[in-house]
């Protein structure tokens, strides 16, 4: 799977649009790029997940580039219940190794007052 | 409600000690899994379990036993636990439609920190 580069850290005024970018330069064409967060003391929660086109959710928007070697996940007005480290995934999908999903260090958002 | 229930959320014992850590999820979902999460906060998958069918055993020592009763369940029991088994374990379940990209989007437990004094 490919390598991803998320920044350490970010911080982001409550309200305001969060941007959370994820460098996969090494991406392959069959590599979905997956988002997951962790809220202190609780479990990873999922996100969304996108192949080459944009997506939107309930939760969040994933904009991946054209040449598919980053993306922006985006939390439109976050709240201060966002504060979590952010995970950027990127996944193939082969038979016997779903759900195998390789943890990063992640970026730990923190939405200020 | 519907979720992945695991318990207990915080076991403290004794190496040496046999422990078990149990996990349920009401999805209907197929494949469940354990995690391990370490003191310096990496997470990665230890088992995964398909229809109560072994999928993917991660290099876990034979210390660790998972048990899947049926396919709502994932036990996971640990013998002679050491020191370095302190951890917060995640069980984890997903749909397992084929090759479908959601195969790898899981909901995961509220963990269960282990202590080994």
């Known amino acids: 799977d490919a390598k991803t580069t998320q920044p350490p850290s970010m911080d982001c005024a409550e309200g305001r649009a969060a941007n959370l970018p994820c460098n996969h330069s090494t991406i392959s064409g069959n590599e979905y790029v997956y988002w997951y967060r962790q809220i202190h003391s609780q479990g990873p929660q999922y996100i969304i997940h996108?192949?080459?086109n944009n997506e939107t959710n309930e939760m969040a928007s994933l904009i991946i580039t054209e040449d598919r070697k980053s993306s922006t996940l985006i939390l439109p007005h976050a709240t201060l219940r966002d504060t979590a480290v952010y995970y950027c995934?990127?996944?193939?999908?082969?038979?016997?190794?779903?759900?195998?999903?390789?943890f990063g260090k992640g970026t730990k958002l923190s939405v200020k007052p | 409600d519907t979720a992945v229930s695991q318990t207990p959320k915080y076991l403290v014992t004794q190496m040496g000690n046999d422990k078990s850590i149990k996990c349920e999820q009401n999805l209907g979902h197929d494949t469940m899994y354990w995690y391990k999460q370490d003191s310096k906060k990496f997470l990665k998958i230890m088992f995964s379990y398909n229809n109560k069918e072994l999928i993917i055993n991660e290099t876990v020592p034979n210390r660790f036993s998972p048990k899947s009763p049926d396919k709502a369940h994932l036990n996971l029991h640990i013998n002679s636990l050491e020191l370095g088994d302190s951890a917060v374990y995640f069980c984890?379940?997903?749909?397992?439609?084929?090759?479908?990209?959601?195969?790898?989007?899981?909901?995961f437990g509220a963990g269960s920190r282990l202590t080994v004094l």
């Open positions: 995934i990127v996944r193939v999908l082969l038979r016997g190794s779903q759900g195998n999903l390789i």
């Open positions: 996108g192949l080459k």
């Open positions: 984890a379940s997903s749909q397992h439609p084929g090759q479908s990209s959601g195969a790898n989007v899981l909901t």
